[in-house]
């Protein structure tokens, strides 16, 4: 059995759409199960039914025409209960609804199962038999698994609009090509314009549909990749000739036969010819090749279906490295993938990139944070987004309620357009705020300072009137590099940043890498990097990563003494004193060296809960606190904060978090202790309201959200932020109190600061 469904999910996942998907389940399903029915319902919400899409077994006239209301028939008690129902004599059931059409009239038995995707109920698989006998388990949870690998493609094709252009193909719906799909807020803002789908490289199953323009110079690139392929596997046999039993030689040889046979070149120029372009061309033809083998009744030849599909990476990874055509990117760009990455970022003209939706992710991943920091919208946890067949098409994205929508209707586009209006008059509003100081109506001077870690964000950073860096990333310039950044080159760009606020304070961050932020020649693999080795951990366990860079800093203070040294990750006592050693231990050294170093001000990251219930202890020891509330979050509410299955529950307005951080600040100010928040959630306007009434003493964001703080701070006063953080402490969840602040913006003409418009 599991043989079986693994196969039919196989071929699920490699069907071209939604209609050839529930083909393929309840043929295949009625064949595995031995059954004389299966048919697929899926639910549409907006009229209240459920549609039936597909069906093996009862008359096909009927696909599309039937539907029953949420409240009729054995598949909506299916569908209510979220539950399967299995039952003997379905006929006797009082919920059992007969369409004549159907001509079901002959089958007893039934047995339903609910098609759910993120808690909610997209539809019913049902299987039918004339024997009227309830269900074995086995056969409940067969169905059971194969309904909840079908819920993905069905809530993509959801999202994408397809159900709706199925049913209007089979005369019993109408398009909306302009339905939202559902991600998470990344960065504020509205993006509209062309879609780029970008993709890792060598990944056949990520390659997305792209239009092409010369089909003889896509068959040129696809036929030198094919020969570059059977010259590596005629190399590698050769080389390993004498050392591989005959059996496995066998193997090469088979790999140069489908290279020199008309079948896979010969499909794959043929589907080229057809216009698809050279690595879709490969994938389909691979998959196909893929299906056939999997589907063999002997082991051996169905396990060769993985070597069948190593075959077409290693054609697409040739095709990829000779295809040296730069991307080209439109003046519109909404770059869109999968997982995107800062590299991809990086790639594009910033001029050109409009907005940015990847499937992966959330508010606080490390795309996230840098599309705020450029003021780009961004989208985040996109799932149902489908990728591969989107590329080139109108979209837009909301960065404010997480909505995509591609291939936009015109009237959804001119509300747009309207949108887009607003939000230039409201940021122009807003920068007339930018040298003004930021005091609360009575008077109460919260500093706001900037979060960055590339040079070329100084300048902008200055523009917006960031009064000093209160957050700044040094693990940047060691990414980009191919090796740990000497002393020297560390020095000379914390002397810039120092330099070019001096004399405002700046909050340099010792290196901060694992969980999401890897360095390329220094590989962590661990299967929970975010609890593993990252931040202080890493650099104590390697003191001589720290002192170099301890001593950089500490150099490039020399004449300015701005200089703030913030620590990560420190989640004991016993972290922090071996920190503060060599710290110690560093300006040492440059004093003996005869450089007149003053020693600077030494901070803690308050971003684990152990260090929120060491406050009092900490406090003892340094010189101010900085919240990090991107990670605070993740750990208090142990969600993976780069995990879109559960990103909704990623909330820093979620009460504990609240509770958490007033905890500090009270904490702190028992030891006269000033305490920061440089997390997203310092950028984030509602929150603001709740860290003024906090007392916090000062907040750090991305350069474009300064502004829009600035005007929440000069707009209230110190004790009516206290009102309102009094309220929200008596709110149990997250959506309740972030509703309840909202509506405060909107009550104050400024609902534009937290939704898009003005």
């Known amino acids: 059995m599991l043989d079986i469904l693994r196969r039919i999910i196989q071929e699920v996942n490699s069907a071209r759409n939604l209609d050839q998907a529930l083909n393929i389940i309840v043929q295949q399903v009625k064949q595995a199960m031995a059954v004389d029915v299966c048919s697929v319902y899926l639910s549409n919400d907006v009229q ?42 379905a006929p006797e059931h009082p919920r059992y609804y007969y369409f004549p059409e159907t001509g079901e009239e002959e089958f007893s ?66 398009v909306d090509d302009s339905k939202p799909l559902r991600g998470l807020p990344g960065a504020p803002g509205v993006g509209k314009g062309t879609a780029v789908v970008v993709y890792p490289m060598a990944d056949l199953l990520a390659v997305p549909d792209r239009k092409i323009d010369d089909i003889e110079a896509e068959i040129e690139i696809f036929n030198k990749a094919v020969e570059k392929v059977r010259n590596d596997i005629t190399d590698l046999a050769s080389r390993l000739e004498k ?28 589907y080229i010819r057809r216009g698809y372009w050279a690595p879709a061309a490969l994938r389909e033809t691979i998959m196909e090749h893929v299906k056939v083998f999997r589907e063999m009744n002997d082991p051996y030849l169905s396990e060769r279906a993985d070597d069948v599909f190593d075959l077409g990476r290693r054609i697409l990874a040739h095709m990829q490295s000779e295809n040296i055509k730069v991307q080209e990117y439109p003046q519109d760009t909404i770059l869109v993938g999968d997982e995107i990455t800062a590299t ?78 607003e939000e230039a008059e409201l940021t122009a ?31 902008p950073s200055l523009q917006s009137g960031a009064e000093g860096i209160g957050l700044y990333r040094t693990e940047f310039p060691f990414m980009i590099r191919q090796r740990f950044p000497g002393e020297d080159e560390q020095y000379q760009i914390y002397r810039q940043v120092l330099e070019a606020f001096a004399p405002r304070p700046v909050y340099l961050r010792t290196l901060d890498v694992g969980g999401d932020k890897a360095l390329p020649y220094f590989p962590i693999n661990e299967e929970n990097p975010f609890l593993g080795w990252r931040g202080i951990r890493i650099t104590l366990d390697h003191p001589e990563i720290f002192l170099v860079q301890a001593r950089a800093m500490m150099r490039a203070s020399v004449g300015l003494n701005n200089l703030h040294i913030l620590l990560p990750m420190i989640s004991s006592v016993a972290e922090l004193t071996d920190s503060i050693l060599l710290l110690r231990q560093a300006h040492a050294e440059l004093v003996e060296e005869g450089i ?137 969840d997250p959506q309740t109190i972030r509703q309840y602040l909202n509506s405060r913006f909107e009550v104050a003409g400024m609902g534009g600061l937290v939704r898009a418009g003005k």
Not at 65 to 84: C, N, Q, T, Y
Not at 143 to 166: M, V, Y
Not at 243 to 270: C, N, V, W
Not at 654 to 683: D, Q, T, W, Y
């Open 48 to 89: 209240q039914q459920h549609v039936l899409m597909a069906s093996e077994g009862l008359r096909e006239e009927a696909i599309g025409k039937i539907r029953l209301a949420f409240d009729e028939g054995l598949v909506s008690l299916v569908a209510s209960r979220a539950e399967p129902v299995n039952l003997a004599n």
């Open 109 to 174: 038995s039934f047995l339903g199962v609910p098609i759910i995707h993120h808690r909610k109920v997209l539809g019913v698989l049902v299987v039918q038999t004339r024997n009227a006998e309830c269900y074995l388990e086995d056969s409940v949870t067969f169905l059971i698994t194969i309904a909840s690998q079908l819920a993905g493609a069905i809530a993509h094709a959801a999202a994408s609009g397809e159900i709706d252009r199925i049913l209007a193909k089979k005369g019993s719906g109408t």
């Open 243 to 270: 050392r591989l039993p005959a059996e496995d030689k066998a193997l090469f040889d088979a790999y140069l036969m489908m290279l020199d046979g008309a079948s896979l070149p010969g499909e794959t120029i043929g």
């Open 344 to 421: 991809m970022l990086a790639e594009v003209p910033t001029e050109f990139l409009k907005g940015v939706v990847s499937v992966r992710g959330s508010r606080t991943s490390h795309v996230a944070i840098l599309s705020r920091a450029l003021g780009i919208p961004a989208v985040m946890g996109a799932t149902d987004l489908p990728v591969g067949r989107v590329d080139g098409c109108p979209i837009i994205a909301d960065g404010y309620s997480g909505n995509v929508i591609v291939s936009p209707s015109k009237s959804v586009l001119k509300e747009y357009d309207r949108i887009i209006a």
């Open 429 to 459: 509003e807003l920068m007339e705020l930018r040298d003004q100081p930021a005091h609360t109506s009575d008077g109460v001077h919260i500093p706001l300072y900037a979060n960055t870690g590339l040079l070329s964000d100084i300048s």
């Open 596 to 732: 007149d170093v003053v020693e600077p001000k030494i901070g803690v990251m308050i971003e684990v809960p152990s260090a929120v219930y060491l406050i009092d202890s900490l406090a003892r020891r340094v010189d101010f606190f900085s919240i990090g509330t991107n990670d605070l979050t993740q750990y208090l509410l142990a969600v993976d904060r780069n995990n879109a299955n559960v990103a909704e529950l990623y909330d820093s307005l979620h009460p504990a978090v609240i509770r958490a951080i007033f905890h500090v600040v009270l904490g702190a100010k028992a030891h006269n202790i000033p305490v920061s928040v440089c997390g997203e959630m310092a950028g984030d306007p509602a929150a603001a309201l709740l860290l003024i009434g906090m007392g916090v003493n000062s907040l750090s964001m991305s350069a474009s959200s300064l502004t829009r703080v600035k005007w929440v701070i000069r707009n209230v006063s110190k004790k009516r932020a206290l009102e309102l953080l009094d309220e929200v402490m008596e709110m149990e």
